[in-house]
Nanobody, 121 residues
């Protein structure tokens, strides 16, 4: 079973920072796009940031200049550094990858379970 496990969420005051991590149970180093989404109850899941294994990044306008997506393929990890947090950043954050390779088996469109980020004003 392929797993993506997020960590690093929590409660922070406005203006603070958090670093979310996403650990994959297999390799994410193959041609891939890695993404962070967020979602609030009753709302659609929103793409926050994306990065290809070639290093091309894309961010939602609402987080540009504040959030940074990165990865460490050797450790099968991806990250989301979130600075200058605002109350409107409050959401459950999910990591997503196009493919994970575990013991020679390819798993597609994998999601983590989500981690809560709450920003107080």
């Amino acid at each position: 079973q392929v797993q993506l496990v997020e960590s690093g969420g929590g409660l922070v005051q406005a203006g603070g920072s958090l670093r979310l991590s996403c650990a994959a149970s297999g390799s994410i180093s193959f041609s891939n796009t890695m993404r962070w989404y967020r979602q609030n109850p009753g709302k659609q899941r929103e793409l926050v940031a994306a990065m290809t294994t070639g290093g091309i990044t894309n961010y939602a306008d609402s987080v540009k200049g504040r959030f940074t997506i990165s990865s460490d393929s050797a450790k099968n990890m991806m990250y989301l550094q979130m600075n200058s947090l605002k109350p409107e950043d409050t959401a459950v954050y999910y990591c997503n990858v196009d493919q994970v390779v575990v013991a020679g088996t390819w798993w597609y469109n994998q999601w983590g379970q989500g981690t809560q980020v709450t920003v107080s004003s």
